[in-house]
């Protein structure tokens, strides 16, 4: 099946600082990605519709300014988060759409931040 | 806005015994899928479901999609140690959104 990797698998930052974490798809082409938020013991929120060449799509209540994401190239989007503050911390996951063509997901491993 | 709900929240079942966890929409849904998170990983792909009254099956898991495709369900008979995680219902086309999420503690 497809591959997608995220690095750096967890970080630390201090308050005030910005991270970005990195979302590949390894063996396949992605023209969408997705950026999901989960904090512990909670759901998968979405965040965020990555979309290769354009902006991406925010879902209410993400801050554009704050979550900076780019699609550069057909494998690879980045999430900034720009200004973190300790509300930030949380487990960051990328997605990428089966190639296939069906509704099937690949998740990457995530990113846990930790804002200090 | 669309909700996807499920039920129940946690689940802690003996080894061997059956575990059900149900995925309710308020509206209907085009497509379900079902993923399982182990403790500390992400979401991996389990089944997709596309058709009214559909029901699959993989070796001890089953699989069902409601008749008004507003709901879904995942049964596992005789559960082993190896299953405990967090089970999500998921759908969408162009976007997703998750359900609430089962979690599941095995005891053996």
């Known amino acids: 099946g497809a591959v997608v990797s995220q690095h750096p698998s967890w970080v630390i930052c201090k308050s005030g600082t910005s991270v970005k974490i990195e979302c590949r798809s390894l063996?396949?082409?992605?023209?969408?990605m997705f950026w999901y938020r989960q904090f512990p013991k909670q759901s998968l929120m979405l965040m965020a519709t990555s979309n290769e060449g354009s902006k991406a799509t925010y879902e209410q209540g993400v801050e554009k300014d704050k979550f900076l994401i780019n699609h550069a190239s057909l494998t690879l989007s980045t999430l900034t988060v720009t200004s973190a503050h300790p509300e930030d911390s949380s487990f960051y996951i990328c997605?990428?759409?089966?190639?296939?063509?069906?509704?099937?997901?690949?998740f990457g491993p995530g990113t846990r931040l930790t804002v200090t | 806005g669309q909700q996807v709900m499920q039920i129940p929240q946690y689940q802690h079942v003996q080894e061997g015994e059956d575990f059900t966890t149900y995925c309710n929409s308020s509206t209907t849904l085009s497509n379900i899928q079902w993923y399982k998170q182990r403790p500390g990983g992400h979401p991996v792909f389990l089944i997709q479901?596309?058709?009214?009254?559909e029901v699959k099956k993989q070796k001890r898991l089953t699989f069902q999609f409601g008749e008004a495709k507003k709901n879904s369900s995942l049964h596992i008979t005789a559960t082993q140690t190896t299953e405990v995680g967090t089970y999500f219902c998921a759908s969408g086309t162009y976007k997703y959104i998750f359900g609430t999420g089962t979690r599941l503690k095995v005891l053996a």
């Open positions: 479901l596309v058709k009214s009254g």
């Open positions: 063996d396949f082409q992605a023209t969408t």
């Open positions: 997605s990428a759409r089966d190639p296939d063509g069906s509704f099937q997901q690949y």
